[in-house]
């Protein structure tokens, strides 16, 4: 049996305002935001630190638009591969520039990738390389026709 070694991190109303404000712009200045939520800005940085050692708040990026750069095609693909080697084939693909997102799941595959192309001729090169893979047994490619929403910020919190 495994057990997870992921701990929760308990967050207080300053340290959730204070993600709030980072998904909305993580450019806003620490000394802004401890003004108007009335901390002392060494509180705010301290709390930004220890969000960061926790491992709560991973890095921060800039979000693009995608189609803006030439990349119109999202395809979901979903993997079914040798069961040995499911974790080196996730490591594999994560490195490929194409691939957004890797998911390990349960059912009838065991890997889904969210993968962005500039045009079918991309992802049909992309799957005959997939499928080239010896791990891989077999693929199920859907293409997605309207994003209604994609936001990595998730408002959980």
């Given at each position: 049996m495994f057990v997870s070694s992921k701990k929760r991190v308990e967050l207080d109303d300053v340290d959730k305002k204070l993600m709030i404000e980072l998904l909305r712009d993580a450019r806003t200045s620490l000394r802004r935001l401890a003004e108007e939520m009335n901390v002392s800005p060494a509180t705010l940085h301290n709390r930004m630190n220890r969000l960061i050692q926790e491992g709560v708040v991973r890095g921060f990026v800039a979000l693009l638009d995608y189609t803006k750069l030439g990349y119109t095609l999202t395809s979901i693909i979903m993997v079914k591969v040798d069961g040995k080697h499911i974790v080196e084939f996730e490591k594999e693909v994560a490195n490929s520039p194409n691939v957004v997102s890797v998911y390990d799941v349960v059912g009838d595959y065991d890997v889904i990738l969210i993968a962005k192309f500039r045009d079918t001729e991309e992802l049909d090169t992309f799957l005959?390389?997939?499928?080239?893979?010896?791990?891989?047994?077999?693929?199920?490619?859907?293409?997605?026709?309207?994003?209604?929403?994609?936001d990595p910020r998730v408002r959980i919190i």
């Open positions: 005959k390389q997939l499928l080239k893979n010896p791990r891989v047994e077999r693929t199920f490619t859907s293409i997605v026709l309207n994003t209604v929403k994609e």
